[in-house]
């Protein structure tokens, strides 16, 4: 075989080697755009986000009692380190002496003095009232007359019994008006009688706390 021969035969083989259908770069071609379609769905797909978590509810803590006031209603009672009986005393605290309450455990009452002294003290001494001040003498009396009645007799009486009367005194001491509770005597004469004497008699009224009351008399009679 001749020089052209060959080269000519060399050029077929390799034109058939490389020689592509005309169908294959379109087909090439739809799936490069297959692809990109692809990457750009997985690109541009919505993210959702998950909620953040809710912070949970803080909670609060118990409440403490409130402070307030109490007094000793004993004449002095012992402040002591410990609630018992054993404790050290501190100090001692007068009667109607203010403290402010701080706990309590079992038949003890921890305070506070108006000094800041902190100590224990029995609970039986000590209350949310004051005491009452001690009255003054002669500020509690019982009534007592100042001019008591004087039997009077009526002229030709047989009749004899108990006659009972009901005397309303003021705070002046003054019979200021009277009720029948009795007559045995059955005449009613005799209870008019009866009510005339208590109500010429005079009184000094009961005082409690220093002021006068009014009170009932009860008026008993016998003829």
Do not use: F
């Given at each position: 075989m001749s020089a052209a021969a060959r080269s000519d035969a060399y050029f077929f083989v390799t034109t058939q080697k490389y020689h592509h259908p005309s169908g294959g770069s379109h087909d090439l071609k739809k799936l490069f755009a297959l692809c990109a379609l692809f990457a750009f769905a997985c690109g541009?797909?919505?993210t959702v986000e998950a909620p953040p978590p809710v912070a949970p509810s803080p909670v609060p803590a118990p409440a403490s009692a409130a402070a307030h006031t109490l007094y000793v209603t004993a004449s002095a009672v012992n402040v002591r380190r410990d609630p018992s009986m054993a404790g050290e005393v501190l100090k001692q605290a007068k009667k109607n002496e203010a403290l402010t309450f701080l706990s309590s455990v079992d038949?003890?009452?921890?305070?506070q003095l108006p000094d800041g002294t902190i100590g224990w003290v029995a609970s039986r001494f000590v209350s949310e009232s004051r005491s009452a001040a001690p009255a003054?003498?002669?500020c509690n009396t019982d009534f007592a007359f100042v001019k008591t009645p004087k039997p009077a007799f009526a002229e030709g009486e047989t009749k004899h019994g108990l006659v009972i009367v009901d005397a309303y005194v003021n705070p002046d001491g003054n019979v200021t008006s009277t009720t029948l509770i009795k007559n045995e005597t059955g005449?009613?004469?005799l209870a008019v009688l009866a009510q005339n004497e208590i109500k010429s008699a005079k009184f000094e009224a009961p005082k409690r706390n220093c002021i006068a009351r009014a009170f009932i008399f009860t008026y008993k009679r016998s003829f």
């Open positions: 541009s797909s919505t038949d003890w009452t921890k305070v003054k003498p002669g005449d009613e004469k």
